[in-house]
């Protein structure tokens, strides 16, 4: 506690005045608050609209991401089903160890 | 300012103002206005004067919400902003040479009576008082004694040391002590001004 603490309350504002001033704040700030809303109000209204374009745009990406696995990893070679290890891009010698089931012969994976 | 009770402390008043919450806005006003006043009561001196500033302080301060990076510390973005209002508002009185509107006088307020007009005396003659010490001197010691600031604080907000936040409040309590004791010696030699 501060003793040497003067009483400077008496310039404090008093209620009524608190008051006045407050409501004189709040009436020129009324544009700006209402503005504040209607802006909010708008993004949410403007999402629906960029719906369709959204679509149109992640139609257009899964096409092209399509036509590029296709290209770079041929699922079927000429009567050959492609196995998921090799769909993945994993190394031949080891996607038959995958596909096999069976744990590596250790000479094999020195010689690998 | 901490919140106390179910008051929404000023993060998120702040975040409610951003979104156009009238509600928000008028509490974060009422919560503040007394700072504000102080401080513009501080900067310039005059009791009229500092109502204008701190209502336009106030008012920019809600338009310019979003400039506020710390909400938690709204209170001392609002202050800087209170203190830069009443700054170009002595500029101009300068630039002016006019008196404040204080200086002119303040109408009686609706409902005058004998104890609002002892407490405007006592008013008054803090006024007077302030009126002598610098501007930093009466920031500092309102701030302290009127707000409850700790020194800390108050050298943040002022960007000065604890250590000169401390010498201007002792400086300025003593002139105050002064100013008001020669004030109540000259009304007990003088009389009642009043009846």
């Known amino acids: 506690m501060d003793d040497d603490r003067l009483d400077l309350s008496p310039l404090r504002p008093d209620p009524e005045r608190v008051d006045r001033a407050a409501g004189a704040v709040m009436a020129r700030a009324r544009g700006t608050l209402d503005g504040r809303r209607r802006m909010r109000g708008s993004v949410w209204r403007e999402i629906p609209g960029w719906e369709r374009p959204l679509l149109a745009t992640a139609a257009i990406a899964a096409i092209v991401s399509i036509v590029v696995l296709l290209r770079v990893h041929p699922v079927v070679q000429r009567g050959h089903v492609a196995t998921l290890s090799e769909q993945a891009g994993v190394p031949a010698p080891i996607a038959s160890w995958v596909d096999s089931d069976q744990p590596p012969d250790p000479a094999a994976l020195l010689e690998w | ?195």
């Open chain 2, 1 to 195: 300012m901490k919140a106390g009770g179910d008051d929404p402390a000023d993060e998120v008043l702040v975040a409610r103002v951003r979104s156009g919450d009238v509600a928000a806005a008028d509490q974060l006003v009422r919560r503040h206005l007394p700072l504000a006043y102080t401080i513009a009561l501080a900067v310039l001196g005059g009791r009229t004067d500092a109502d204008d500033v701190c209502q336009d302080a106030l008012l920019r301060a809600l338009e310019k919400i979003d400039d506020c990076r710390s909400p938690s510390r709204f209170r001392f973005w609002l202050a800087q902003i209170v203190r830069n209002h009443a700054r170009n508002a002595l500029a101009k009185r300068r630039v002016r040479g006019g008196p404040s509107l204080d200086e002119i006088g303040e109408p009686p307020a609706p409902g005058h009576t004998s104890e609002s007009a002892e407490r405007g005396e006592l008013r008054a003659a803090l006024l007077a008082a302030l009126d002598r010490l610098t501007p930093i001197q009466r920031e500092v010691v309102l701030l302290k004694d009127l707000e409850g600031w700790d020194h800390r604080m108050i050298a943040a907000a002022l960007g000065v040391s604890e250590g000169m936040s401390r010498q201007h409040l002792f400086v300025a309590r003593g002139a105050l002590r002064t100013a008001l004791g020669a004030e109540a010696r000259r009304d007990h030699l003088e009389g009642p001004r009043h009846g």
